[in-house]
């Protein structure tokens, strides 16, 4: 069974939670792994983790930017269309599903919400 988890930066903090995502009347909250109560977080940042880990065993979430060793390449991880898929540089018309081998040639500089100028977006 794979494992369906969630990230998310802390309303107050700023701080990244991991864990089961709920939703309470207008509050969006992550369970931490054996946390009785959750913490609030902003919506915008909410990524669900992919399944897939890059090569130095990193955890991929949505929203992570991916780098590839020697290239300038950067992939944005997103939910598009019904899938996990990797955008050339935030491209949707640019795109290709994460079942690649990403432990053998992908690794995480970063995400959308700490290094929006890390990567261009196009749409």
Known sequence: MRAIKFRAQDIASNKWLYGDL??????????EQGGKRGEQVKPETVGQFTSLKDKNGR??????ILGIEGEKI????????GV????W????DDEFPT???THEWAEVVGNIH???KMIKRRN
């Open 22 to 31: 709920r939703h309470h009347e207008n509050d969006v909250c992550i369970f």
């Open 99 to 101: 079942g690649s081998p």
């Open 84 to 87: 996990f898929a990797f955008l």
């Open 74 to 81: 950067r992939l944005e991880v997103r939910f598009v269309r």
């Open 59 to 64: 955890e991929i979430y949505e929203g992570d």
């Open 114 to 116: 700490d290094n929006p």
């Open 89 to 92: 540089n935030g491209d949707l």
